[in-house]
């Protein structure tokens, strides 16, 4: 995506950084004390991990949390010096750039501690390294028959002083499921492992478990940290709950390019999937799939023009897509804002367009590309 040097953009993806500050409130709340790391992975859920990050330690969260070194240095680069942890590196990854900048790095093998010891070691400074235990995601993180040997190991590096332990932490498998019976069973192992390490004779800073729906929801799993990514950006993360109070932060908008009539019996786009019951006008959104407009909504999804929802008709294109306004009773005109998703009164939600594609609104806010223009507003 653009950055907002462009002026007058087509298509933009507005973020409101007050809405970020208002939901890292709501969720420092739900907290009860326990820290909050920012989860800004993903450009910052395509919100912009930078401003996002800053908004987001101004309104209280203590640490930032990314996946890749180059995501965490990029935010060094950017003067940020909150604790930073990232977590899903290969064994080559460049761990001297991210010791040299005070990275956290999650380790999730024997392997990869061998490879930030050694890079440690390269650049004479001490690694700072959080164990990521897997308890039952089996995914990312150390599996329960390599932990203990990962432990020993640990051991003798942070003796050296190569290592410093800073945390424990590991992922919930159903945490948007706040009953079900596995978050206790993965508690319980975590706290497993936050004892062996002691009985290892590591001492550990902070223990981190929980994400945004178990912050929410499960305050039993709170521990020191709690790690909120997709809540921050105002989406609620338990399907069929409340909203929680929080605000989404993206509106995805683009201008009216052109308004025109369309004749009773003329088909609109690409293949005439659609036919004008009756003269009509239609408005042209610039926006398309090569945008993030996924054309699996053809035919199916809304937009918001002048305070009223209009259907979109007929197929999305790579770059535009057409709605019907009837007779236009509001009279959209060229310029007009056409709102695609967003936090506007009236518009439709990502969790809508989540519906419609058959997928969760964390894939639709990482949507918009390309073409698209980011704009932070109320930082
Ligand atoms: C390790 C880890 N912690 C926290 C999060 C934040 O999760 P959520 O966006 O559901 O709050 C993620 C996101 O997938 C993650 O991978």
Redesign the pocket.
Known sequence: MAGSEVVNAQVEAVIDLEAIAHNVRVLREYARGAAVMV?V?GDG?NHGAVEVARAALAAGAAEL?V?TIAEALRLRRAGITAPILC?LNTADADYAAAIAADIEIGVSSLSHLRAVAAAARGIRRTAIVTL?VDTGLNR?GIASDEYPTVLAALHMLVDEGVVRLRAI?S?LAH??EPDHPFLDVQRERFVAAIAAAEAAGLRTELAHLA???A?LTRPDLAFDMV??????YGLP?VPGLPDFGLRPAMTFQAKVTLVKWVAAGEGVSYGHQWIAPRDTTVALVPAGYADGVFRALSGRFEVLIGGQRHPNVGRVCMDQFVVDLGDNPADVTEGDTAVLFGGVPGAPGAQDWAELLGTIH?EVVCAPKGRVTRRHTGG
Do not use: E, L, M, Q
């Open positions: 989860v992975k859920y949390g996946t977590w990521k990312n932490f992922h945490a948007d994400n945004s729906a912050t790690r909120p990514g997709i809540a921050v993360p964390y």
